[in-house]
């Protein structure tokens, strides 16, 4: 069974503060994804990586995919409050057919960012 | 174009009776897949239907089952509900296939939020 072990669990920061979410397993992913999602709604898609070693950058949101493909990390700089919700990592398996429609979640990480 | 339907959005039922939470996916997408989200547990993979035909899942009793229509619309059952059986189920759809399964998006709904007392 493929685990993703996200750490924290739990960020309370002031705005303008720069944190890291990290998302870590001992097997290999084909891709990880991170979505986020706030109350009362479904997560949704902020970045795919695929190749081991590759960097996204998304306005304020850096993500990075590990070289063996088997971490990744989220590093937000100058967190604003809009930025809180729950961020999940999520990965799709290497075991070819059994990976349809099933991705692998982190726990989360919920994410508070004061005005 | 519409995003993925869910229904209905709150339920509550008691223990020993059934649910059907029903599915409607993104205009196009034929791919369809189930997840149970808890505080505990987190997002957990239920099963994935594409053309009517289940393709995979998760670890789940067999009280959890589900199915496709020809529209791509799905359903999911379950049978004697449990009290651990709260909690948001999350519908999400696709246009999966080939090597996208390994990197595609999944759009999700809003989830239906089953209370079992």
């Known amino acids: 069974t493929q685990l993703l072990e996200q750490s924290p669990q739990f960020l309370s920061i002031q705005e303008g503060e720069n944190l890291t979410v990290y998302c870590n397993s001992s097997?290999?992913?084909?891709?990880l994804q991170w979505y986020r999602q706030e109350p009362g709604e479904g997560p949704v898609l902020l970045v795919t990586?695929?190749?081991?070693?590759e960097v996204k950058k998304l306005k304020r949101l850096t993500f990075q995919f590990g070289d063996a493909r088997k971490d990744s990390s989220l590093h937000i700089t100058a967190a604003q409050p809009g930025d809180t919700g729950l961020y999940l990592c999520?990965?799709?398996?290497?075991?070819?057919?059994?990976?349809?429609?099933?991705?692998?979640f982190g726990q989360g990480t919920i994410l508070t960012v004061h005005p | 174009k519409a995003g993925v339907t869910q229904t209905p959005r709150y339920l509550i039922k008691t223990r020993g009776q059934q649910v059907t939470l029903s599915c409607s996916p993104i205009?196009?997408?034929?791919?369809v897949s189930w997840y149970q989200q808890t505080p505990g547990q987190g997002l957990q993979f239920l099963f994935e239907?594409?053309?009517?035909?289940?393709?995979n899942k998760g670890n789940f009793p067999g009280r959890f089952s589900g199915r496709q229509f020809s529209n791509s619309r799905s359903e999911m059952n379950v049978s004697t509900l449990e009290l651990g059986d709260s909690a948001l189920y999350l519908c999400?759809?696709?246009?999966?296939?080939?090597?996208?399964?390994?990197?595609?998006?999944?759009?999700f709904g809003e989830g239906s939020r089953l209370t079992v007392l």
């Open positions: 999400a759809s696709s246009s999966l296939i080939g090597t996208q399964r390994l990197t595609g998006e999944l759009f």
């Open positions: 097997s290999v992913f084909s891709s």
């Open positions: 205009s196009g997408h034929r791919s």
């Open positions: 239907y594409f053309s009517e035909t289940q393709r």
């Open positions: 990586v695929v190749t081991g070693g």
């Open positions: 999520a990965g799709y398996s290497n075991a070819g057919g059994t990976s349809y429609g099933k991705l692998t």
